[in-house]
């Protein structure tokens, strides 16, 4: 097993949080310039024309915070990806009986380079972004086969969707579980849903909550300071339960849907007893959003422009950062990390039961040192680890 893998598996104490969601209106840019508030109806065209986005998807993504590329991803990684998942978990396909978890998380062994695995959706991710000169080289530029199932159950698939509104889903967050959050941080500054298999209505695709993108922002703007993962950021996305504005991924087999990073998502139950499968990637950039550009600062992303609008908002000149930028260890990746040894085990019984050699076994754990010195560094597991914040040991639950 890689030497990265955290040793300790105790969960820290996490301390109690100062920061009260009391619900109460924030008093809010009392002191900013009166030019600067209006509400972005419309996206700002970018200077130089879009490569891939039209705008009528740059308005979607302005309004809703999120947009579906039918056909975002290549078929054959589907086709080449999926059947070593089923190896890896030890399920089986074809028997329900063998599928112990409803959801399931499982690490990242396979890879490919994002613009090889979703050149369509790649586009249009470069685009929202402002160019690819934003974009951060190394972090997160590939996609793995890290998946995220949700197999449902027989209990499940008998119960009424209507009696679990999102509105009762306590999990809305966004993906932020690796840096202090500022309202400028774009870190995650997209979630990336690559679906692997059909999702259906009712099917366990997850919940995005548009109406609650305000409230997140004006949080965020009311703490200069910073929020830090799971000491502080739990409030961020608590009023999703007072939302009205929901929408649940419902997809075919290769759509990609590219989320906001600042948009609350959670899982939704799977009524079907299936195997819904996708992957979770972020996309991260180089700098800060810088939500106050003059002449000479190029032109506020689509990334950027949501949160103006959030806001109401046209630059934001006052918001500035008071405490300094932090970035750890990912803390979500340890309980994933775990069951890598389980999964190579399986593996190579498998090779080895239908008489194949193990370099068969496409897998960056086995690809010798300068693979996993790159791999380490993409998923940021060369980062300091938050002692105040433990890592995540259990996987969360359906
Ligand atoms: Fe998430």
Partial sequence: MANFQPQWTNKAVVKPSSIVDSGAKFSFAKDAPGETFGKLEKPIPPSNPYTSLTDDEAEHFLVHGWLKVEGGFHQKYIDEWLPDFWIRTGYDE????????????????????????????????????????????????????????????????????????????????????????????????????????????????????????????????????????????????????????????????????????????????????????????????????????????????????????????????????????????PRNSAFKLNKVDDELARLKADRASRGMPETTIDSVYLGGEEVMKDFIKRNGYDLPFNKDIGLELRQHVA
Wanted: aromatic share 10%; with cysteine; proline share 6%.
């Fill in 94 to 329: 074809q028997d329900k009986t063998t599928w112990k978890e409803e959801y399931l998380h499982v690490a990242h062994h396979r890879q490919a380079r994002n613009e090889e695995f979703c050149p369509k959706a790649w586009s249009k991710i470069v685009d929202l972004c402002g160019g690819e000169k934003r974009i951060h080289e190394t972090r997160e530029r590939w996609i793995g086969d890290n998946f995220i199932v949700n197999f449902g159950s027989e209990a499940r698939s008998k119960e009424d969707p209507a009696s679990h509104p999102p509105q009762d889903k306590s999990g809305f967050h966004s993906d932020n579980d690796w840096y202090r959050s500022f309202l400028d941080s774009s870190s995650t500054a997209m979630t990336i849903v690559h679906c692997f298999t059909d999702i259906p209505k009712n099917g366990g695709g997850t919940w995005l909550c548009e109406d609650s993108m305000k409230g997140v922002c004006e949080k965020l703007y009311a703490h200069p300071e910073g929020l830090d993962p799971v000491i502080d950021t739990p409030v961020l996305c608590k009023h999703a339960k007072d939302c009205h504005n929901f929408t649940a991924v419902e997809a075919k087999a290769g759509d990609t849907f590219i989320l906001h990073g600042l948009l609350p998502h959670t899982n939704s139950f799977n009524y079907k007893h299936y195997a819904r499968i996708i992957t979770n990637p972020h996309v991260t950039l180089k700098e800060p959003y810088n939500l106050n550009r003059g002449r000479g600062d190029g032109d506020y992303s689509l990334l950027e422009q949501v949160i103006l609008r959030a806001l109401g908002r046209t630059s934001i000149p006052e918001y500035h950062p008071t405490r300094p930028r932090m970035f750890w260890y």
